[in-house]
């Protein structure tokens, strides 16, 4: 009767699924791909994928996350996007235990612990100031430390970036229905829980627009810097901060050029990989 | 006995006075902004040009109104004279830089002197939310002439940001040539681009693109 149960919860949330399947597969039109990219084989379905989030985000999440950041004074602001912060880092901590990083889920533990009560139920962020560092985790990550390679780039429908590893502990952990958001699906009053969903997504939208600002400040593609950031980004998670003494560097970006042209080395400088330390070996290949 | 010789200004007591005066108000000023020494420790180095913008920018009532046009000029001014364009333009160009004119290179650095400027400015634009610049221990051969200085920028209402600076050693001292904010290298994150555009429009196409931007 259990099992029962829970088949169908799972396959209940499955067929929430199917609308967004089929959504993949029809913007998956054809775009033009000007310089392919290793990591993104699939950049042509991307790139439709990317404008149509991007055009929902345009039309109703972007107007939405404006509006209740003007109308909304700051310390709430604050004061909200903390206590789904301090949620988050629960979740990050249990992910630190998977990936056996005990040091830094013992870390995140008390941080939530102490922000939960001092900071009254996470609502003023006390361990930051009191130098606490937050360590961002998820499955996604937790998958990469377990040894899964990222595959491929893809962007989600309405979720934006992602790989094929990320968009799987995505989907794993909806399946599990484990995530930062469990304390709130747990709420039995359904139109207070979706409340408070509600207001969790437009805090995200909102912590996120000033990078968006600065990404139309900056960028010369939006596509590519954000995929190239979203990629980077990823793998300096799942490398962490843990230091190996022999290669201090571990995560540097070798710079030097990887094709097969002889290297012409007339500028009086060195090049960039006689620089670089010497096991950059390890360092991801540049694109 | 003291006052009557303050109020005579001929008396040695009194020019020692202000002589004491004005070099404690020269000190105060000299606090603001100290000098900085390429030649110094990479970390003392990062550490004096971090907070001398840092200083500059809480100072100026423009830049804490968000003010970005000035922000780029106080990053101009404090910022871009430690940071060696050339490398960063050359290393984001990669493979291509070779096939550039000389002329078409420096074209491109200063097309791209725009970017890099909102970059930095991007980092520092909420100066007001940030309370300090904490230089985190030196990791790697402190001899080496390509180094990582690791820096946590600690804010007044959130966690810390972790910002990484990637110098490299000239006869003139450090300059820095690569920036990493929470994970993400400001180089790598360019060379897709810049391949995408010269692959398009060529190496000029790209100084176009980068201008448009810089308007």
Redesign the interface.
């Known amino acids: 009767m259990d099992n029962n149960t829970t088949r169908t919860e799972t396959s209940a949330r499955l067929s929430r699924v199917a609308p967004i399947v089929a959504l993949t597969a029809f913007v998956a039109g054809c775009a033009h791909v000007?310089?392919p990219?290793p990591q993104d084989p699939w950049e042509s379905y991307n790139r439709s994928m990317y404008q149509f989030n991007d055009a929902f985000d345009k039309a109703l999440f972007k107007p939405i996350a404006t509006g209740y950041k003007q109308l909304t004074p700051e310390p709430a602001r604050?004061c909200i996007?903390?206590i789904f912060?301090n949620m988050a880092d629960l979740w990050s901590s249990v992910n630190s235990f998977l990936q056996g990083r005990g040091h830094d889920g013992v870390n995140m533990l008390g941080r939530v612990l102490f922000n939960s009560t001092m900071g009254l139920g996470g609502c003023i962020?006390v361990a930051?100031m009191n130098?606490s560092?937050?360590i961002v985790n998820d499955f996604g990550v937790t998958l990469g430390v377990w040894g899964f390679e990222p595959g491929p780039y893809v962007v989600l429908p309405f979720l934006g970036s992602s790989t094929v590893r990320d968009g799987a502990g995505i989907g794993a952990m909806f399946a599990a229905g484990a995530s930062s958001y469990t304390p709130v699906m747990a709420i039995d009053n359904i139109p207070l829980r979706n409340t408070i969903l509600a207001v969790a997504a437009v805090d995200l939208r909102a912590s996120l627009l000033?990078a968006d600002d600065?990404v139309d400040?900056?960028?010369?593609?939006r596509y590519?810097?954000i995929?190239?950031?979203y990629l980077?980004?990823r793998?300096?998670?799942v490398k962490g901060n843990q230091?190996d003494p022999d290669n201090?560097?571990g995560?540097?970006?070798d710079?030097s050029?990887d094709?097969d042209?002889p290297d012409?080395s007339d500028d009086d400088?060195?090049p960039?990989d006689q620089?670089?330390?010497p096991a950059s070996g390890t360092a991801p290949a540049?694109? | 006995m003291i006052f009557s010789a303050l109020r005579n200004r001929s008396t040695p007591l009194y020019q020692f006075c202000l002589v004491l005066m004005l070099s404690l108000v020269l000190a105060t000023a000299a606090q603001a902004q100290k000098p900085v020494d390429p030649t110094a420790a990479p970390n003392d180095f990062v550490q004096t040009v971090g907070n001398n913008a840092l200083e500059v920018l809480r100072q100026e009532p423009a830049a804490q109104q968000g003010d970005l046009n000035r922000i780029n000029q106080l990053v101009d001014k404090y910022v871009l004279p430690y940071v060696n364009l050339e490398k960063t333009t050359r290393l984001a160009a990669g493979r291509y830089w070779r096939q550039a004119s000389a002329q078409q290179q420096k074209n491109l650095v200063e097309a791209f002197k725009g970017t890099l400027i909102r970059t930095y400015s991007g980092a520092l634009s909420k100066v007001d939310e940030v309370s300090a610049l904490q230089i985190l221990p030196f990791r790697g051969d402190a001899n080496a002439d390509d180094v990582v200085v690791r820096s946590s920028i600690s804010q007044r209402n959130g966690p810390a940001v972790g910002v990484d600076y990637r110098l490299e050693k000239t006869p003139q001292g450090w300059k820095i040539y690569d920036l990493n904010v929470e994970g993400i290298w400001l180089i790598q994150n360019y060379r897709n681009q810049f391949a995408q555009q010269i692959n398009q429009n060529g190496i000029d196409g790209l100084i176009d693109a980068l201008n448009r931007q810089n308007r």
């Open positions: 000007p310089n990219s604050t996007h903390n912060a962020d930051s130098g560092k937050r000033d600065l400040r900056i960028a010369l593609d590519s810097f995929r190239d950031a980077q980004r793998n300096a998670l230091v201090p560097y995560t540097l970006p710079y050029d094709d042209l012409y400088e060195a960039a620089a670089a330390p540049t694109q």
